[in-house]
């Protein structure tokens, strides 16, 4: 069903109070068209990207939205079809060419989305809507035009880049993706991409790639989502959900094939975490999407992350043509998805071959373990730390505790997913929030810390709610981060698709 959209739309009442603290903008990024012409999009990630922002200003908020006017969207307005292959849709081409040039067409190669549903970031004093493609789009994010779009290899050897960078405290902006290596061999690369110039040029020009590392398999690289930082280490979790990469060229050339065609997990092998030293593996396999956060602590790296069960790729539950379906339908169907939980994983620094077998992680507050093997491989155990309600989409304060060690992490409640709760952890406690309301479906909670804030939750969350399925408009709630109650809530006057990532800009 398509989402009918207005080109802006103000709040039409809200109860309680908005916090005078909140003086910027949220920004988040979402699919918001599903179907052009007569030609649908079959995959929830193959939407087209909208931008949706409110701003806080006097105590009063106002909402926007506008569709980033990417290559992906434009050609496909004015084409009135489907012109760019997205995640989960194939763009066929254009049947008014005579059969010898579509012939011709389908070994052309198709062209990379620039469709950047994903998040929104700072890089400089600019502000870039992404995918996970080489292609990232400048935005104005005041009016929300859209300015320039920007491919990543210009700058450097990268496939395409994850759409969570960490952001140093200068505006530093460190990011992953994999690329071609040595001898004809699938790698990772780890790009920096330096804070404001001095002269004023654009920092993406000054990209550089400052750590290569090899992929387990050849032509299989993982697909990753997203990746931990401490102050001096990347950890990098290699795990069993792969691009084969002999598929992904040959849908270049082959009728039908679409990103999600590409995927294939791989049971035999397990998780591999990198840091900078050795090479480690989780005893059993995880599909794994968004870390929380990653701190040494006493010779170890704690790394806390959200944890998938299995090798299946979750992404095979969001086809549109099952969203589509009734809302009592989906939620009956997604009770066959998976749930993930919140793990934590310790890695030793400081490892000695003599204590082979023993369990080399002696912090106090864990039970994660970490095993030597005969081989010289080390072989993690998690801490649980959160098995129920299902936690996803996490956030923690990240201006003052990434790469920190920390309390709290919030994060959406994704219900075999159905995102139908807010929830705080004390990863140090285990106790935890929650924020629910019937018929109600929040977004990944933005923390915005109290401006003289001296708790590591002084602060608020930031969310997005929407209600399928019946009648009621979208709402903006802020939530106090102390204790998850309600502070205010913001209606639109129209109905709102979901919306993925986002950031608070001050
Ligand atoms: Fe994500």
Not at 168 to 181: A, F, K, L, P, S
Not at 258 to 268: I, T, V
């Amino acid at each position: 069903m398509p989402f009918f959209l207005t080109k802006q739309s103000l709040i039409w009442c809200f109860t309680g109070r908005i916090p005078s603290f909140l003086k910027g903008s949220l920004l988040r990024l979402g699919p918001g068209l599903f179907e052009i012409g007569d030609e649908p999009f079959y995959h929830l990630f193959d939407g087209q990207a909208l931008m949706h922002k409110f701003d806080f200003k006097n105590g009063q908020v106002t909402y926007h939205r506008k569709f980033i006017k990417t290559d992906a969207y434009v050609r496909a307005i004015t084409e009135k079809r489907v012109v760019i292959t997205e995640f989960g849709t194939f763009a066929y081409p254009d049947p008014c060419k005579n059969i010898f040039s579509r012939f011709f067409s389908y070994f052309k190669g198709v062209e990379v989305t620039d469709n950047c549903l994903v998040n929104v970031y700072p890089i400089g004093e600019d502000f870039y809507a992404v995918t996970e493609t080489n292609f990232i789009t400048k935005v104005n994010t005041d009016t929300l035009e859209t300015l320039k779009k920007v491919d990543m290899c210009n700058y450097v050897n990268i496939n395409g880049v994850t759409a969570h960078p960490h952001i140093e405290r200068d505006g530093t902006v460190y990011n992953i993706g994999n690329c071609m290596g040595k001898g004809a061999t699938l790698a990772y690369n780890i790009v920096k991409i330096p804070p404001t110039q001095k002269d004023k040029s654009d920092p993406i020009e000054k990209s550089k790639v400052v750590v290569q590392f090899p992929s387990a398999e050849r032509f299989k690289p993982s697909y990753v989502h997203s990746f931990g930082m401490s102050d001096n280490y990347f950890v990098f979790v290699e795990t069993p959900v792969k691009i084969n990469l002999l598929k992904f060229l040959s849908a270049w050339s082959i009728r039908g094939s679409n990103y999600m065609d590409c995927f294939e997990s791989n049971e035999a092998q397990g998780v591999r975490t990198r840091s900078r030293i050795v090479l480690l593996i989780l005893r059993a396999p995880i599909g794994m999407f968004h870390h929380i956060n990653t701190y040494e602590d006493q010779g170890f790296i704690v790394v806390d992350l959200c944890a998938w069960k299995g090798i299946e790729f979750v992404y095979n539950y969001l086809w549109l043509a099952n969203l589509r379906a009734n809302w009592d339908e989906v939620k009956k169907a997604a009770m066959m998805a998976p749930q993930p939980e919140v793990r934590r994983y310790v890695i030793p620094l400081d490892i000695h071959k003599e204590e082979q077998g023993k369990n080399l992680v002696s912090l106090p507050y864990t039970t994660a373990t970490a095993v030597m093997h005969a081989d010289g491989m080390i072989w993690l155990e998690p801490e649980v730390l959160f098995s129920g309600p299902p936690f996803e989409f996490p956030q923690i304060n990240y201006k003052r505790f990434g790469g920190k060690n920390y309390s709290y992490a919030y994060g959406l409640g994704l219900n075999h997913f159905i995102p139908d709760r807010i929830c705080k952890l004390n990863v140090k406690t285990k106790e935890t929030w929650v924020w629910q309301e019937p018929d109600s479906y929040p977004s990944e909670p933005l923390f915005v810390q109290t401006p003289d804030g001296v708790d590591e939750d002084d602060g608020v969350l930031l969310t997005i709610v929407v209600a399928p399925g019946s009648q009621r408009p979208g709402y903006l709630l802020i939530l106090n981060a102390k204790d998850l109650s309600e502070i205010a809530r913001a209606e639109v006057e129209c109905s709102m698709p979901v919306t993925f990532h986002g950031m608070y800009k001050p």
